[in-house]
């Protein structure tokens, strides 16, 4: 596994410079790019922008731990934002961050053992008019609750057995 | 005349099931050999929540709204009121419906759920366009006399008179400048810029190359949420297709004007708004705020002279500019002109998008487009305006018209327009915990009063809410607010206590009920829950015995209710039925 994915990050990510090649302000497009091809940041693939771009690791480091968008572990097969906006707070979005939480035996940030599913809490995705809102992957579904998620989960178990 | 189709497709039209629904069209269209009489437009989502929201406009029976249409409906729709030109009385849209839209004044949000964001040619039809053809045969200096006059203040939520902004951008002396159009709209609670790039990105596209014609601009970007994947793509469509049509590249309809639109994702900062962060951001470094001045407009990006409007801002502009700065500014209230869009969200009865005159009382804007509570049962405590940098404005508060000054004046702020609706089953205490919790998150840690300040002040009220709560805590809260909002670096830590200051202001016996009697009044904060029925508020009602999962609740009717603490489970459920927060 770790020596396919240095192989991958060597051509991927180069090719993914090159695209960006004398331009200005890449970094942060360049990693949103690298991101969505391995679905996290390898740290090797730092190592190569940092040679490749001349600048230090550090900084990009820097940008990776300042945006929430970034992540420098590999993520679960299905991502699922609980949304924690001011609306979603009044409507009870905690009450199913804390359910997933409890269910996958996992925190906010963090990936479920049998990688199926990472968890986030996100401040607002502007959708208050659904509010709780809960998006997986990029499929939203208002007015959540426990026993909606419930169903939810399962039916993404089920595909997986599929 | 075509049959037209009209179904909401926003990011909440989608998620109700929209795309089903228009495939479910398609196949019925096609199953009577109907498609060369009927139209389908997939719209941008209309400000009401309905699920899918489907308009059918036929000659005979004008045009009807049905709401919450499901795909298995639309068969049913097709058959009888295209066909046999009967209702479906069943599917169609209720009076609050009506309600909803009588009171507003849509200028900004006029497109949304009416024409198809990604199509050119109807934003054409509906003179889209034309105010750009207008621009380039005046001076820079009318249009922004045009501006000035309009009396048109930054949507994003400080209230900067726009005019003033583009003359000092213009006046800048540089050969290379920059439009920046702000659609990183991280305020918890706000929506409308998602829902203007959804529904009419091209009278964003529009508004920017007017700016940029103005200032004197060669170039713009757009910094947009990467947590807005439709609006994104809406707009890089809507890019793709204004650089076709000759809107957007170099020499726009023949004349010497150039203008290029470039959009750049954001990746998940809140600060990123404030304009300084939002440039570092563009620039590929980390998100955090410089000294002012030099301000954006003679310094800002990569140095260059830089102009920096919201996206409501930028899409009124082809409105002021087609009707008029007198128009515009005949609309509206003191200081402040022309309409504003608020997210009315919470526990109301419609959320949603509502555009009104400025000036419009808050009250009016709950109970006439909102439609007011929730439950009518549990009444109203408090609304929130503003987001993190704003407050909680109780009921006396509700006849305060909304405009800048008036809003400022009771310690929140008008921000970029959300506006959460509370009733009396939420903790004040809590929101103030819980706005400090978002803010201390996002806090970038560059100044010191804001990245610890701010902390010290969120562990004093998660103390508070904990039960462990002392008396001279409050004192501490709002001397530490005081010193973080004077000496703060960027907007989001000066305004960041807000919060904390207008709750405390408005509502102080609650701070007091946690830290002496140690209770929550409003049942939420879980430390200090003991499940008891407070027999002097309890008036034997029986709502909790009908929703207790556990079977704990004891009750007689007009006897007695008490709660067996050995059987309940602690969910909560019985409190948020009492409308008499007889249960804490």
Redesign the interface.
């Known amino acids: 596994m770790r020596i396919e994915l240095m192989k991958v990050n060597l051509t991927q990510t180069k090719r993914l410079i090159r695209k960006y090649h004398g331009k200005k302000g890449i970094l942060i497009p360049l990693l949103q790019d690298i991101q969505s091809a391995y679905g996290y940041i390898p740290t090797a693939a730092i190592e190569i922008i940092a040679q490749e771009l001349s600048i230090f690791p550090v900084d990009i480091y820097g940008i990776l731990t300042f945006y929430a968008q970034f992540y420098l572990t590999p993520r679960g097969k299905h991502t699922i934002k609980v949304c924690q906006g001011t609306a979603c707070h009044v409507m009870g979005g905690k009450d199913i961050l804390d359910y997933l939480s409890g269910k996958l035996g996992i925190n906010q940030g963090e990936t479920s053992q049998d990688r199926m599913f990472s968890l986030e809490r996100v401040a607002c995705l502007g959708c208050c008019g659904m509010a709780p809102v809960v998006v997986i992957d990029n499929a939203f579904y208002g007015r959540a609750t426990v026993e909606k998620v419930k169903k939810l989960l399962l039916g993404y178990r089920l595909k997986k057995n599929k | 005349m075509k049959t037209k189709i009209i179904i909401c497709m926003g990011?909440?039209g989608?998620?109700?099931g929209a795309i089903e629904v228009v495939k479910n069209f398609k196949k019925e269209l096609s199953r009577y050999k109907l498609n060369a009489q009927c139209q389908i437009i997939r719209s941008g989502d209309r400000g009401?929540?309905r699920d899918v929201l489907v308009d059918i406009v036929t000659e005979q029976l004008g045009r009807v709204t049905y709401e919450y249409i499901k795909p298995k409906d639309v068969a049913l729709i097709v058959r009888q009121h295209i066909i046999e030109g009967r209702l479906v009385q069943e599917l169609r849209a209720k009076d609050d419906y009506a309600q909803f839209f009588e009171e507003q004044m849509r200028i900004v949000l006029s497109h949304c759920g009416e024409i198809d964001p990604e199509d050119i040619d109807a934003y054409i039809a509906n003179e889209g366009y034309s105010a750009i053809k207008k621009v380039l045969r005046m001076s820079a200096d009318e249009v922004i006399g045009e501006i000035k006059k309009s009396g048109l203040r930054g949507r994003g939520g400080a209230g900067f008179p726009t005019g003033l902004k583009w003359e000092f951008t213009k006046q800048a002396k540089n050969d290379l400048k920059y439009i920046v159009c702000n659609a990183d709209?991280?305020?918890?609670?706000?929506?409308m810029?998602?829902s203007i790039l959804e529904g009419d990105p091209h009278a964003v596209i529009e508004g920017m190359l007017i700016a940029g014609f103005a200032v004197g601009a060669q170039a713009g970007y757009v910094y947009c949420?990467?947590?807005?994947?439709l609006a994104l793509a809406r707009l890089k469509k809507a890019i793709l297709a204004a650089d076709r049509k000759g809107f957007l590249g170099k020499r726009i309809l023949k004349t010497k004007f150039s203008f290029d639109i470039q959009i750049?994702?954001?990746?998940?900062?809140?600060v990123c708004g404030e304009e300084t962060a939002l440039l570092a951001?563009?620039?590929?470094?980390?998100?955090m705020p410089v000294t002012r001045p030099p301000f954006p407009a003679e310094q800002g990006l990569?140095g260059r002279p830089t102009l920096i409007n919201n996206v409501e801002t930028l899409a009124n502009v082809r409105y002021i500019i087609t009707k008029g700065g007198d128009w515009f500014s005949s609309i509206g209230f003191q200081k402040s002109k022309g309409t504003k869009v608020f997210?009315l969200?919470?526990?109301i009865k419609n959320?949603?998008l509502v555009e009104v005159p400025m000036g419009t009382t808050i009250r009016k804007l709950i109970f006439g487009p909102g439609g007011g509570m929730l439950n009518k049962n549990i009444g109203f405590k408090a609304v929130?305006i503003g987001?993190p940098s704003g407050g909680c404005l109780p009921e006396k508060l509700l006849d305060t018209p909304i405009d800048y000054e008036s809003i400022t004046s009771t310690g929140a702020i008008m921000g970029s327009g959300?506006m959460?609706v509370?009733d009396k089953h939420?903790c004040m205490v809590d929101m103030a915990r819980?706005?400090l919790e978002?803010t201390v998150?996002?806090s970038?840690g560059k100044c010191v009063s804001c990245r610890v300040g701010l902390k010290r002040m969120l562990e004093v009220l998660e103390d508070i809410t904990a039960g462990k709560g002392k008396p001279q805590d409050l004192e501490f809260l709002k001397e530490m607010s005081a010193t973080i909002k004077d000496t703060a670096l960027c907007g989001l830590g000066n305004t960041a206590p807000n919060p904390v200051v207008t709750t405390l202001q408005y509502f102080e016996d609650e701070y007091e009920a946690h830290i002496k009697n140690k209770i929550c009044p409003s049942g939420v904060c879980a430390g200090l829950l003991k499940f008891e029925v407070l027999i002097e508020k309890c008036v034997k009602c029986g709502l909790c015995f009908g929703v207790c999962p556990a079977g704990a609740i004891i009750w007689e009717k007009q006897e007695y209710a008490k709660i067996n603490l050995d059987k309940c489970i602690k969910c909560k459920a019985c409190i948020n039925v009492c409308p008499f927060l007889a249960i804490i």
């Not at chain 2, 709209?185 to 929506?191: I, T, V």
């Open positions: 990011t909440s989608i998620s109700a009401l929540f709209e991280g305020d918890p609670g706000a929506f810029d998602r949420r990467a947590e807005y994947p750049k994702e954001g990746a998940g900062a809140f951001s563009i620039e590929g470094r980390r998100g990569w997210a969200a919470g526990k959320t949603g929130q987001g959300g959460v509370m939420t819980y706005f978002f998150a996002e970038c």
